[in-house]
């Protein structure tokens, strides 16, 4: 008889690995299709709140986490007109409905290392681009770009902004924000001596941060507004530019030496896009036998550090959904389950994280003043208001 996979999972980046982590915790065996010959090691870090957490553990994986990266222990944020402290919080003296607030800066490529370790070996296909994705009856058929043909009776995309699998659901394209970013990791060869704190600089355009990750490297980030016209990105390098932006502020030193630290020549920045709250809301996360999660489901701006977290939520709801419907032989009924869990949610951070942003960035003078008099406040508790949330078990 011809071979059908039971469920194939494209994209093995944060929600696909966990994802079919999920799955087989629960008995289910899955296929997980991989473009790269090997794990992708780009993008440095997540910011990892109280809601991964929960994921994490769900997964099982938790501990094995925890142990390799340091606990931020405070919260600061700063004027760059003044210099001076908007916000500040001790973040263990703050507890959400989910329990106490843990926030750790974790290095991708050590999660999607540890969760492909967790998974039997024959489950993840590299160098497997899919590239068309036809109907035979119930089924879907994978044409990869070798040639080679994949058939599925559910197929998951975990596969990104640029999702096939969300393009053949008929998902709108994401939208622009105007807005670049680039992150990268300053490396001591012993103990940076930083104390574990979450510095953020929001204002005069941009917005900049820094965690420890471990004791031997620091994760930080810097966004900003694109020119109209582009041309600044595109006669001066990235490192000159961010440097340029950071000296013309009050930023306090230590950022400024964490990036020239880092590989400067190597910076590149990143357009942030994001799908807009209705079309979550409206659109086909799911439609029979398939459906989307992770970064193909919900992009969003990095303003709340959640795109990673939510993605984990992602990976433990559907693997529950997933396995009860083919427990009772009900797919359909599992995923549009899913899609009603999901939407809401999703489509609230991913709104929360745009507003936050483009408050945090504006150089406007009005905003800002709000911003350093009012908002100030609000903002960093949004972020922990989005964190206080539990996936539940697998």
Known sequence: MEHVEEIVI????????ATALGLHRKGVKSLVLESFPSIRTSGYAIGTWTNAWRALDALGIGNKIREQHI??????VFSPS???ILREAKLEEIEGKTGKIE???VRREFLLQTLAQELPKDTIRYSSKVVLIEEEGDLKLLHLADGSVIKTKVLIGGDGINSIVGKYLGMKKPSSTGRLAVRGFAEYPTNHGFKPEFIQINGQGFRVGMSPSTEKSIYWYFGWYSSENGKDESTTKTGELILMKLSNSKAPNEIIEVIQKSEMDQMVPSPLKYRTPFSLLLGNITKRNICVIGDAFHPMTPDLGQGGCIALEDSVI????????LH??????GLEKFAKIRRWRCAKVVLIAYIVGFIQ?????????????VLAGIMAGALLMVSNYDCGEV
């Open 10 to 17: 494209v994209g093995a980046g944060i929600a696909g690995l």
């Open 71 to 76: 606990l931020v222990e405070r919260f600061k």
């Open 82 to 84: 003044s210099g001076a």
């Open 103 to 105: 926030i750790r800066c």
């Open 318 to 325: 559907l693997s529950r959904c997933l396995s009860e419907a």
């Open 328 to 333: 009772h032989g009900k797919i359909e009924e």
């Open 361 to 373: 960035q504006s150089g406007n003078w009005f905003m800002s003043f709000l911003r350093e008099k």
